[in-house]
């Protein structure tokens, strides 16, 4: 039996600096990376693809999704986190407010890295990939590593969550670490010096989707709407997680996470927010399965969407 098609979603906290993030693309991508992150020859990686990169300079993070089988799927994303690592310090830049520090929540130069399995007969190799890639972080890279989601799951308690590790930022997780209030699961216990930390999960795909209200909302309105639509708010929807954003130019945003996109298509997302405000467009970060699509309304611009590109089971050929 060939082994299954994975996908990785690593972010990183870069979403201005063209060159930086060309090089982890070609880290992702090449062989010849090493743990170093540079290009060698521009020899192909087999067995891994990057299907798209989405960076934002208001959120000042970059996404990259990438398909492959276990093993090379964890070399390119130990060369792609090397190379971000190198050149990505979240530490100094917690000192600094407003834009500069970037409106998405984070802790790491390599914020996230989660491995997604496409089919629940796929969850046991994204769950050992993941494994895998959070120790080589920690022990290669000596980058504390927190596992978060279903990998944190038990019979004890609930699973560990990203909102909870990113709680305070990098600046908040070092003190929680300092105080052993938090212990990585791989890695020295201490934050490393510029990259901060990696948060590392195996989960199903969710959709990380925007929506820009029209001219003359607010950033408070977008965070009242986020409150009311994500779930355990009033009109919560279940696995939405939502924050408000203020975008440059002065539009306000409802960023969120449709964790549960077979139960709750984009269609009922869009619909939820409208009742408390006008959507003047919507925004797709890297790939969506088709059946979240399903439905979007037809009057509502998707930006930059291409269906070949933005759909899994298109872009994987399926």
Do not use: K
């Not at 996109?261 to 006008?278: G, K, Q, S, T």
């Not at 899994?312 to 050929?317: K, R």
């Amino acid at each position: 039996m060939a082994p299954p098609i994975l996908l990785a979603v690593p972010n990183i906290s870069e979403g201005r600096e063209e060159q930086t993030i060309a090089s982890v693309a070609r880290a992702l991508t090449e062989m010849g990376s090493g743990t170093t992150g540079r290009s060698g020859e521009g020899v192909p990686r087999a067995g891994v693809r990057l299907l798209d990169v989405h960076s934002d300079r208001d959120h000042h993070r970059s996404v990259f999704t990438l398909s492959g089988t276990q093993g090379p799927l964890v070399d390119a994303l130990l060369a792609g986190a090397a190379a971000a690592i190198e050149r990505i310090d979240v530490v100094s830049r917690a000192d600094q407010d407003g834009p500069e520090l970037g409106q998405h929540p984070h802790v790491g130069a390599v914020d996230v890295a989660p491995v997604v399995y496409l089919d629940e007969s796929a969850r046991g190799a994204a769950c050992a990939e993941a494994l895998v890639l959070a120790e080589r972080i920690g022990s290669e890279l000596q980058v504390p590593v927190f596992l978060y989601g279903e990998l944190t799951a038990s019979d004890r308690g609930a699973a560990t969550s990203r909102a909870e590790l990113r709680r305070g930022g990098v600046t908040g997780l070092a003190e929680r670490m300092r105080q052993h209030e938090v212990h990585p699961d791989f890695g020295p216990s201490h934050i490393h010096p510029s990259a901060g930390a990696t948060l590392v999960a195996a989960r199903p795909p969710l959709v990380a989707f925007n929506l820009q209200l029209a001219p003359g909302a607010t950033v408070a309105d977008a965070r009242r709407i986020a409150t009311v639509v994500r779930e355990g708010g009033e009109e919560g929807l279940p696995g939405v997680r939502a924050i408000a954003v203020a975008l440059d130019g002065g539009i306000a945003q409802v960023s969120m996470n449709v964790e549960r996109p077979f139960e709750v298509p984009l269609a009922a997302v869009v619909e939820a927010v409208a009742r408390h405000a006008e959507v003047a467009s919507a925004e797709l970060v890297g790939l969506a399965p088709r059946a979240a699509l399903e439905g979007f309304p037809a009057s509502l611009t998707l930006q930059d969407f291409d269906p070949a590109r933005h759909v899994i089971e298109n872009a994987l050929g399926w």
